[in-house]
């Protein structure tokens, strides 16, 4: 069950929506999860930065991008010149998804069940900020924003058009660079990481 669609579309400010997805019931995600983990930052340079979904650290602080993989994000938004608590992080799913394996949560992806439901608080999101840019991580974010299957590679690193006032910018993810096991390819894949974050920066300029 959703909040009430003219809540949510009624709703001009963050604060208002994320109070609103507290409650939301449209997938089954909520059920496993600690709470809705919504956006955070200022909105600064209108600029929003979209994830997949919280992860085992983010569900347990309700702060997206607050584990490995945000720390990792941190240091490549510092090294462009962007502190985090100023622009705008949000989640293409906000409830975290997981397994039990060995006494552990292990991430799930999310299904296009979860990305759907919930797409209707990135609609917000984006309408209440109206961003210049959506930086896209990985491909549970640029499929949700984009609202197709997207294959990183091809269309990474340049400014796709999403409508009248906000353009969008493919990247990967940065748990994609925890991954890699190759320190050499992780430092190059790092810096194609920070060299697209510079694009979105110089785009916002
Ligand atoms: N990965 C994401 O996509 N989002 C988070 O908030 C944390 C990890």
Same mark, same amino acid.
């Given at each position: 069950? +959703?909040?009430? $669609?003219?809540?949510?579309?009624?709703?001009?400010? !963050?604060?208002? $929506? /994320? %109070? +609103?997805?507290?409650?939301?019931?449209a997938c089954p995600s909520w059920e496993n999860a600690t709470r809705a983990v919504f956006g955070s930052g200022q909105g600064l340079f209108r600029l929003m930065l979209?994830? &997949? #979904?919280? /992860?085992? #650290? &983010?569900? $347990?602080? /309700? *702060?997206?991008f607050v584990g490995p993989a945000g720390q990792v994000l941190d240091r490549a938004l510092a090294e462009v010149g962007f502190v985090r608590e100023q622009i705008y992080i949000t989640n293409a799913v906000k409830h975290f998804g997981f397994t039990w394996r060995n006494g552990r949560r292990l991430h799930k992806k999310p299904d296009e069940i979860a990305i759907t439901a919930c797409h209707v608080w990135l609609e917000a999101e984006r309408? =209440? !900020?109206?961003?210049? +840019?959506? =930086?896209?991580? /990985? %491909?549970t974010a640029a499929r949700s924003v984009l609202k197709r299957p997207v294959? *990183?590679?091809? &269309?990474?690193?340049?400014? *796709?058009? !999403?409508?009248d006032t906000t353009d969008g910018l493919v990247t990967v993810h940065p748990s994609y660079l925890l991954r890699l096991p190759d320190d050499s390819t992780r430092q190059r894949e790092? &810096?194609?990481? =920070? %060299?697209? +974050?510079? !694009?979105?920066r110089d785009y916002l300029h």
């Open positions: 069950l +959703l909040p009430g $669609l003219s809540d949510i579309q009624q709703a001009d400010n !963050l604060a208002a $929506l /994320g %109070a +609103l997805a507290m409650d939301c019931r979209v994830g &997949e #979904q919280p /992860g085992d #650290q &983010e569900d $347990l602080a /309700g *702060i997206p309408r =209440v !900020l109206n961003p210049a +840019l959506v =930086v896209m991580l /990985g %491909a294959t *990183i590679s091809r &269309e990474r690193s340049k400014i *796709i058009p !999403l409508d790092y &810096e194609n990481f =920070v %060299a697209d +974050l510079k !694009l979105a």
